[in-house]
């Protein structure tokens, strides 16, 4: 049974992986990491994961980006895989687990559904095929106690669509004091926040006469907690440092 670290282990998303861990007879936690050190689950809670002197196959984060450097210097110290779930970090954070992932293997998503990467694959095929004659739209809806803006789903569609279109487009995030006509090259990202919206994710393509859109909903937590699992028993038996993603989960 593979053991793994849960960062983040007294959060919504925290709390979902512990409880598909407790019911998985293939993955367990052995620990977990919070600045709330309460025990709500079987498994002892530190504030630091130098202070856990036990064994893990792989630390999972669904915590805070300022929990970042702790994590990648545990995990380099101990030389186990690092399973990155948490969205928001700045260039610098980004810059340090690429330098990291030269030493260790390293999943990073900013959706751990399978259905949002099978979203990126079409919203890719689509914008190469309509982004000449299309508008494109990005629209994306959490809870209000969300963080970050835009999602990081929502920045993993842009680049899906970016890589897919012959210019080099331009992210509008608020047309408020612009009095002007639409550019061709814009890309619109819209963020909503209110109530308890797990995710919702929507990317429209607006043409002449027609509307194309392509959207994904999250129901429950426990489709985000299933894909980090599955990433986690993934990247348990890797040995070779390197940036995964989900391709490598479903190839």
Known sequence: MRKILLSGCNGRMGRAVAELCRESSDITVAAGIDVNTVKLA?????????EFGGYADCVVDFSHTSALDALLSYCLRKKIPLVLCSTGHTDAQYAAVEAAAREIPIFKSGNMSYGIHVLKDLVSRAAGLLGDMFDIEIIERHHNQKLDAPSGTALILYDAVKGSLPYDPTPVYD???VRQTRGKTEIGMHTLRGG???????????????????SHSALSREVFAAGAVKAALFLSGVKKPGMYAFGDLTD
């Open 196 to 214: 308890s919206i797990v995710g919702e994710h929507e990317v429209v393509f607006a043409g002449h006469g027609e509307v194309i859109t392509l």
């Open 42 to 50: 079987n498994f002892p809670v530190y504030a630091d994961p130098m």
């Open 175 to 177: 047309r408020s004091d």
